[in-house]
């Protein structure tokens, strides 16, 4: 099975300024139609999660600009380019090529220092 | 707009069945699959399973075979996911989540993502204690 490894497991940020988080999975995920399946999601205290990103670098319907993904074959970060207070939560890093099993990052929490 | 609501909060002794639900609307319910992700008191998310809402196939996490069954009604758009023998680590808060279509044959499954996306709408979550 596929482990997704994050770090760091805690980011204290300033508001205002960027963040970021990385993520590497055990095997490569190319999928065999070329795609590679790792999403980013982010949990606010008290909710379910909620997805950001898919596919390396596709911003979800409603979600900021200020979160980008990037990365290929194994290695893979999410930024946040102005950390805004709503931000607050933890994030995981989800794979999604071995189907359909889907793995997750431990989570790393996002707070303001 | 897509929803996914689920049932309320269920305390259970050790040993016993918990049946939780996930009602879907917004979309054909039978156009994608549902997977179950739990996660424990102040711990990550752990995938449980998936659901093909078409055809009724499943796959299971290797660690709950034997204890879990998925199931769907497509008559009323909802999934249900069924924990049995339950155990105190089984603690947990239960998510539904809308996944990709897909079939299983001989052990294995397949799909064509095509233009769906992985895990993009959640339920609220479920509250399951296990306490004696």
């Known amino acids: 099975d596929i482990v997704m490894t994050q770090t760091p497991l805690s980011s204290p940020v300033t508001l205002g300024q960027p963040a970021s988080i990385s993520c590497r999975s055990s095997?490569?995920?190319?999928?065999?139609?070329?795609?590679?399946?790792l999403s980013w999601l982010q949990q606010r205290p008290g909710q379910p999660p909620r997805l950001l990103i898919y596919?390396?670098?596709n911003r979800f319907s409603g979600v900021p600009d200020r979160f980008s993904g990037s990365g290929a074959g194994t290695d893979f970060t999410l930024k946040i380019s102005r950390v805004e207070a709503e931000d607050v939560g933890v994030y995981y890093c989800?794979?999604?090529?071995?189907?359909?099993?889907?793995?997750f990052g431990q989570g790393t929490k996002v707070e303001i220092k | 707009q897509v929803q996914l609501v689920q049932s309320g909060a269920e305390v259970k002794k050790p040993g016993a069945s918990v049946k939780v639900s996930c009602k879907a609307s917004?979309?054909?319910?039978?156009?994608?699959?549902i997977s179950w992700v739990r996660q424990a008191p102040g711990q990550g998310l752990e995938w449980m399973g998936w659901?093909?809402?078409?055809?009724?196939?499943?796959n299971y996490a290797q660690k709950l075979q034997g204890r879990v069954t998925m199931t769907t009604d497509t008559s009323t758009s909802t999934a249900y996911m069924e924990l049995r023998s339950l155990r105190s680590d089984d603690t947990a808060v239960y998510y539904c989540?809308?996944?990709?279509?897909?079939?299983?044959?001989?052990?294995?499954?397949?799909?064509?993502?095509?233009?769906?996306?992985?895990?993009?709408?959640w339920g609220q979550g479920t509250l399951v204690t296990v306490s004696s």
């Open positions: 917004g979309y054909t319910f039978t156009s994608y699959g």
């Open positions: 989800m794979q999604a090529t071995q189907f359909p099993h889907r793995a």
């Open positions: 659901i093909s809402a078409y055809n009724g196939n499943t």
């Open positions: 989540a809308r996944d990709i279509p897909g079939y299983c044959s001989g052990g294995s499954c397949y799909h064509d993502y095509g233009d769906f996306i992985p895990t993009d709408y």
């Open positions: 596919k390396i670098s």
């Open positions: 095997q490569s995920l190319v999928h065999s139609d070329g795609n590679t399946y």
